[in-house]
C-alpha cells in the first residue's frame, strides 16, 4: 500500500456499523450477522451462495420411541466417536446434494495488496495456509500492473512489485480520490481469467489493494455477472476505493457471503475504512483482531476463519449464480 495512513471516510449507503465477530445479529440495512452456531437473537435471511446451516434432527429407533438407557461405558465411547466426527458430519450434510462435496478442499483465489506479487503474499501466508489445511487452499494470482522497484526491492529480482490499479500516474494511494483511476479493468479481466482457467474456485480472499478488488468482484457476481462465479469472500484490511469513476460498486447493497478481517492497529488502512465497507455488504461478518497491516493466523483468527469457510461447499460459486436483481433480495 502507499506510504500515509488512510482517515478518509466514505460512506456505503446502508448506513450503521457491522456489528463485531460474536455480537448479536442485527436485521435491518448494513448491519452484520455473527457466524453461524450463535443461538442469540432471530436467524437472518441467507445472501446468495451461503450453504444451509441447519443439522439433521437426531432419533434414535422407532420415530418418537424413547431411546432405552446406556451404560456409562457406551456413553464414553458415543462421546468420543461424536468428537470424533462431528465436524465432518455436520459438513456432510450441509453439502449433501452437491456434485463436488467431500472430494476436495474449497478453492481460494487469493489477491495480494498494492507493491506486492502471489509470490511475495504466498511468503507471507504460511500460517495462513498451514491453519486452513484440508479445509482450503489458496491460490495466489499477480496483479497485471508491473511497479518500479523501490530501495526495498531487488532491482534484479525476478517478482517485480504489482498493483491492481493506479490512482495516478503509475502511483497508488487508498484514500485518494482519483479523477481518473486506470487500470482497473485489466485487472478485473485478469481476475476472470484465472478463475476461468484455473478454477474450479469457490472463493475469493484479498489483501488490502486485493481485498478492494475482491470487493469489487463480489458487487459484479452480486448483480449476475458470469464471469466470476464465487460464492464467498474474505476481506483482509479492506477499504472502498474513493475514486467517483469506482462508485457504482457500492451503490447497491452487495450479496454475497463475507468475512471482514481488521486490523485495530493498522496504520496503513484504518480500521473504520475496513469496518465501514462491511456495511456495503449483506450480512457481513467483521473479525476484529489487536495487530496492524497483515493477514492474522493466530489460534482465534483460525477458529474464525474455520466457522466461516464451513457455511460453504466445494462447487457452491458454479451451481448458484444470482440472476440480475437478486441482490436485492435479503438486503439488509
Known sequence: MGSHPVTRQHRCPQGPTPAVLGELPLAGPGRAAALPGSHRGSRPAR???????????????????PSPPRSRSARSRLSSQSARGVSAGRRKWRC??????????LRLLALHGYRQSARRLRQRTGALRKALRGRAELVPIDAPHRLPASAEDDPDGDDPPRGWWFSGPGTFEAGEAAAAPAGLEESLSAV???????????GLLGFSQ??????MVCALRARGDPRFPVAFAVLVAAFASRAPAH??????????PSLHVVGDTDAVIAAALSRELAQCFVEPVVL??????????????????????????????QAERPEAGEAREGAL
Do not use: N, W
Not at 291 to 304: L, R, V
Open 47 to 65: 445472501p446468495a451462495g451461503a450453504a444451509p446451516s441447519s443439522h439433521p434432527p437426531v432419533t434414535s429407533g422407532r420415530q418418537g420411541a
Open 247 to 256: 462508485g457504482h460498486f457500492y451503490r447497491e447493497p452487495i450479496a454475497l
Open 288 to 317: 476484529s483482531h489487536p495487530g496492524g497491516h497483515f493477514i492474522p493466523a493466530a489460534a482465534a483468527q483460525k477458529k474464525a476463519y474455520l466457522e466461516f469457510l464451513e457455511r460453504f461447499c466445494p462447487g457452491q460459486g
Open 192 to 202: 476472470a481469467a484465472a478463475l476461468a482457467e484455473h478454477g474450479p474456485f469457490d
Open 210 to 215: 486485493g481485498a478492494a478488488l475482491a470487493a
Open 96 to 105: 449433501r446434494g452437491a456434485a463436488m462435496a467431500e472430494a476436495r478442499p
